[in-house]
């Protein structure tokens, strides 16, 4: 039986397509600012959504988490979830990593909005223009073995667009 699945294995590998090996974190682009504050951030994204009548949709994560790159890598490369992005939403990208001290960062804001990032990295949480919080989305549910399924991530910023 041994002999027949170490054969199965053998003949399958070359007809799966290749994975690229994962970039480690030290060596990864940061694309969370580790010195802006959360609440400066939603401000001037709520200041933008009530000129383009939009929702803000903020992702919590840490330049150390390899499904916050997932999720932004999917953002911008998908041309689909970037036409609902650029129509619908003012997005930002709150880090909430640990500060020198042990502190969070962001940790006021995180605590205002019911610790979301208790759910795990990346949180997405999505506002109306007058910073309510409608949702928060733990992306584990978006997620496939590989990454986030571009299908359930535009449903789900369908579903929270602004009607318009």
Request: aromatic residues 4%; neutral net charge; charged residues 20%.
């Amino acid at each position: 039986m041994k002999r027949a699945c170490l054969l199965l294995a053998v003949l399958v590998a070359p007809l799966l397509p290749a994975s690229e090996p994962e970039t480690p974190a030290r060596q990864r682009a940061p694309i969370y600012d580790r010195a802006a504050d959360g609440e400066q951030q939603l401000s001037a994204a709520l200041a933008q959504a009530k000129v383009g009548n939009k929702r803000v949709l903020a992702m919590f994560g840490a330049n150390w988490c390899i499904w916050c790159h997932r999720l932004h890598g999917l953002l911008h490369s998908d041309q689909a979830l970037g036409a609902v992005l650029a129509k619908d939403y003012e997005v930002i990208l709150v880090d909430v990593d640990k500060m020198p001290d042990g502190a969070k960062h962001n940790a006021a804001l995180n605590d205002r909005l019911g610790d979301p990032v208790l759910q795990g990295l990346p949180v997405l949480v999505v506002f109306d223009v007058d910073g309510k919080p409608l949702v928060t989305q733990a992306t584990g549910a978006l997620e496939t073995s590989h990454g986030h399924d571009p299908a359930k991530v535009r449903a789900f910023l369908e579903k929270w667009a602004r009607a318009q």
